[in-house]
């Protein structure tokens, strides 16, 4: 009887410079020549939310690397006088994060509001790589951040509201569309119970998301990119509408555009299983 080998994410962190990440890491067994895939999260998530996809990834091949962002879970969460919190600010630490991971190419997952900073560090840094995949994150400037995310960046309402951690149940139920169980949201809400830090990280990145410029950058920028993407759309998501993705598709050379009518804002939290059918595919197709 073949005993069945069961992938385990480990937890890890790393001191790069004056910032500690936090990562969740699922390796292949045996060795792998494959690049890396990089997951990144979104407001006001955590890495965590990429569990059910990673030993999807690792046991086709790929090791999976999912960071909390610095500010986010259990990365640190600097002052502002110290962290910008602006999208420049995460370009440069995640880039710094990869290196002393000594992460030269790699395959690039996105989701949510901050996920859009990986898009703008794609395209600063599109030699690194492999391929794209994009998960209802903001990329037209039509894209408002909702007002459930904006009032987090208020003075004094803010101050208050992140300090809450019921923002989170709500915020990712809200997007979801479904309800999420306890046993993950005790997960989501443990950084807000065991420090105020996390909520004047969330407020400080909010106020500083610099969305019309971002947005700016990506819809110029991606008129020109060129490596294979894939874009699987939640068709339920409250803050960001479908119409959004189709465009966008459309300016891209060498996309494929997935639409999906379950899922919400947060396609992994209840559609993992349905994401990575069509993510392990894209990704190990051969290049044309």
Same mark, same amino acid.
């Given at each position: 009887?073949?005993?069945?080998?069961?992938?385990?994410?480990?937890?890890?962190?790393?001191?790069?410079?004056?910032?500690?990440?936090?990562?969740?890491?699922?390796?292949?067994?045996?060795?792998?020549?494959?690049?890396?895939?990089?997951?990144?999260?979104?407001?006001?998530?955590?890495?965590?939310?990429?569990?059910?996809?990673?030993?999807?990834?690792?046991?086709?091949?790929?090791?999976?690397?999912?960071?909390?962002?610095?500010?986010?879970?259990?990365?640190?969460?600097?002052?502002?006088?110290?962290?910008?919190?602006?999208?420049?600010?995460?370009?440069?630490?995640?880039?710094?994060?990869? %290196?002393? &991971?000594? $992460?030269? =190419?790699?395959?690039?997952?996105?989701?949510?509001?901050? #996920?859009?900073?990986? +898009?703008?560090?794609?395209?600063?840094?599109?030699?690194?790589?492999?391929?794209?995949?994009?998960?209802?994150?903001?990329?037209?400037?039509?894209?408002?951040?909702?007002?459930?995310?904006?009032?987090?960046?208020?003075?004094?309402?803010?101050?208050?509201?992140?300090?809450?951690?019921?923002?989170?149940?709500?915020?990712?139920?809200?997007?979801?569309?479904?309800?999420?169980?306890? %046993?993950? &949201?005790? $997960?989501? =809400?443990?950084?807000?119970?065991?420090?105020?830090?996390? #909520?004047?990280?969330? +407020?400080?990145?909010?106020?500083?998301?610099?969305?019309?410029?971002?947005?700016?950058?990506?819809?110029?920028?991606?008129?020109?990119?060129?490596?294979?993407?894939?874009?699987?759309?939640?068709?339920?998501?409250?803050?960001?509408?479908?119409?959004?993705?189709?465009?966008?598709?459309?300016?891209?050379?060498?996309?494929?555009?997935?639409?999906?009518?379950?899922?919400?804002?947060?396609?992994?939290?209840?559609?993992?299983?349905?994401?990575?059918?069509?993510?392990?595919?894209?990704?190990?197709?051969?290049?044309?």
């Amino acid at each position: 009887m073949i005993q069945e080998i069961k992938v385990v994410i480990s937890e890890q962190s790393i001191e790069v410079g004056s910032l500690k990440w936090f990562y969740r890491e699922a390796n292949p067994i045996g060795e792998t020549n494959k690049p890396p895939v990089l997951l990144l999260h979104g407001l006001p998530s955590q890495s965590f939310c990429w569990c059910e996809l990673m030993p999807d990834l690792a046991e086709k091949g790929f090791i999976a690397i999912a960071p909390d962002w610095i500010g986010s879970g259990l990365s640190a969460k600097p002052e502002p006088r110290n962290f910008a919190y602006t999208p420049d600010a995460f370009i440069t630490a995640l880039g710094d994060f990869l %290196k002393a &991971l000594k $992460i030269e =190419r790699f395959y690039l997952v996105v989701q949510g509001f901050l #996920g859009s900073v990986g +898009l703008q560090y794609a395209l600063r840094y599109p030699e690194q790589i492999e391929r794209l995949a994009i998960l209802n994150t903001p990329i037209s400037s039509a894209a408002k951040l909702p007002w459930k995310m904006q009032q987090w960046g208020i003075p004094l309402v803010g101050d208050m509201l992140t300090q809450d951690p019921l923002l989170v149940d709500r915020t990712l139920e809200a997007g979801c569309r479904y309800q999420i169980e306890d %046993k993950y &949201l005790d $997960i989501y =809400r443990k950084p807000f119970l065991k420090s105020s830090d996390v #909520g004047r990280s969330l +407020l400080a990145t909010v106020k500083n998301m610099q969305m019309k410029q971002s947005m700016a950058e990506i819809e110029k920028g991606y008129a020109n990119w060129q490596q294979p993407t894939l874009i699987f759309w939640g068709m339920k998501d409250p803050w960001l509408p479908s119409n959004h993705a189709q465009e966008f598709a459309k300016v891209l050379k060498n996309c494929e555009f997935i639409e999906f009518e379950q899922a919400g804002h947060y396609p992994q939290e209840h559609w993992s299983g349905k994401f990575s059918e069509v993510l392990l595919p894209f990704l190990r197709r051969q290049a044309l």
